[in-house]
T-cell receptor, first 116, second 110 residues
Framework: SAVISQKPSRDICQRGTSLTIQCQVD?????MFWYRQQPGQSLTLIAT?????????ESGFVIDKFPISRPNLTFSTLTVSNMSPEDSSIYLC?????????????FGPGTRLLVL | GQQLNQSPQSMFIQEGEDVSMNCTSS?????WLWYKQDPGEGPVLLIA?????ELTSNGRLTAQFGITRKDSFLNISASIPSDVGIYFC??????????FGTGTSLTVIP
C-alpha cells in the first residue's frame, strides 16, 4: 500500500486568489496523479506528474490554471490559480503501485476547497 | 475522459441485507479496482482484480472480474451501518490509464 498525506485538508478561499495543495508519499514513486471530484461526482483526472518532466494534462485542464510541481519522487504540489466558485471541489492526489499481478492506485485523503 | 457505467446509482437497504453493484465498460480492461469513499475522505482501496474470471474476497466483500473483461461486480454480504458510503469501480485499460465509475451511494438502515 501507500501512505499519502495532503495539505491543507480543507480551505475556504476568495475568488481570484490561488491555493497550492501539497501531496507527500511515504516512499518513492514514479508517477503521481491529481484528480478533481466535484460535489456528488466521480473522479476526474487533471494531470499526471512525473519527476523531472512537465506534467501531462488531460483535456479540459491547462497548466496556467493548474500548475503542478514534482521536485522529487515523494512530493508534488497542485496550484489552483485565479479561483472561481466553479473550482469548489475535492482535490485528490494518488500514486500507482505495482501489486504483483498488476498495478493499483492509492489515494490521499483529499483537500476540500470552497471558493466564495 | 472515459467513465465507466456503474449501477445502481444509489441503494437504500436494511442492515443485514446483501448488496450487489456492478460496473460496465465498452472497452476491455486489464485491471479492475473497487474503492469505498466516506464523506470528507479519499477513496480507500477494497479489492483489486487482475485476471478475467477472478473472484476475490475481502471479509464480507466479494468482487469478480467479468469473463468478457468489460465488467466487474462487487457484493457485500450481511451489511452493517459502517458500510455506508460511496463505492467506486476503476478499470485500467491496455494503455495503462485508469478510468473511474460514476459511483454507487449505499445507505444502510439500522
Amino acid at each position: 500500500s501507500a501512505v499519502i498525506s495532503q495539505k491543507p485538508s480543507r480551505d475556504i478561499c476568495q475568488r481570484g486568489t490561488s491555493l497550492t495543495i501539497q501531496c507527500q508519499v511515504d516512499s518513492q514513486v514514479t508517477m503521481m496523479f491529481w484528480y478533481r471530484q466535484q460535489p456528488g461526482q466521480s473522479l476526474t483526472l487533471i494531470a499526471t506528474a512525473n519527476q523531472g518532466s512537465e506534467a501531462t494534462y488531460e483535456s479540459g485542464f491547462v497548466i496556467d490554471k493548474f500548475p503542478i510541481s514534482r521536485p522529487n519522487l515523494t512530493f508534488s504540489t497542485l496550484t489552483v490559480s485565479n479561483m472561481s466558485p466553479e473550482d469548489s471541489s475535492i482535490y485528490l492526489c494518488s500514486v500507482e503501485r505495482w501489486a504483483g499481478p498488476g498495478e493499483t492506485q492509492y489515494f490521499g485523503p483529499g483537500t476540500r476547497l470552497l471558493v466564495l | 475522459g472515459q467513465q465507466l457505467n456503474q449501477s445502481p446509482q444509489s441503494m437504500f437497504i436494511q442492515e443485514g441485507e446483501d448488496v450487489s453493484m456492478n460496473c460496465t465498460s465498452s472497452s476491455i480492461f486489464n485491471t479492475w479496482l473497487w474503492y469505498k469513499q466516506d464523506p470528507g475522505e479519499g477513496p480507500v482501496l477494497l479489492i483489486a482484480l487482475y485476471k478475467a474470471g477472478e473472484l476475490t474476497s475481502n471479509g464480507r466483500l466479494t468482487a469478480q472480474f467479468g469473463i468478457t473483461r468489460k465488467d466487474s461486480f462487487l457484493n457485500i454480504s450481511a451489511s452493517i451501518p459502517s458500510d455506508v458510503g460511496i463505492y467506486f469501480c476503476a478499470g485500467q485499460n491496455t494503455g495503462n490509464q485508469f478510468y473511474f465509475g460514476t459511483g454507487t451511494s449505499l445507505t444502510v438502515i439500522p
